[in-house]
């Protein structure tokens, strides 16, 4: 069995979305009226959105929405539509060359 060579074809970082924090009504009492532990992650160029709130920790929920805004099918389509422009281009600059 042989391995394939992967390339990477692009990208996705953290520059690409757009992370908000909210006050979410979690367990806590008087410290949820301080902490903002919910948040929403924007994915800026497919408008995929993810959220979480369950957590008191930002960091877990920052994780969580992170998550279902990639496993979305908004970004999942974004995402197939963005690799098959590239993989054309590709293919056209080949048939130029040849």
Do not use: P, Y
């Amino acid at each position: 069995m042989t391995k394939q060579n992967r390339e990477l074809l692009f990208s996705v970082t953290k520059k690409d979305f757009r992370f908000d924090t909210f006050r979410a009504g979690v367990k806590g009492g008087q410290k949820q009226n301080k902490t903002s532990s919910g948040v929403r992650c924007t994915h800026i160029e497919s408008g995929a959105v993810g959220e979480s709130r369950e957590e008191r920790s930002q960091h877990l929920n920052k994780r969580k929405a992170f998550m279902r805004c990639v496993e979305s099918e908004k970004f999942k389509s974004w995402h197939r539509k963005k690799v098959f422009e590239i993989l054309k281009g590709e293919q056209e600059i080949k048939r130029k060359v040849e």
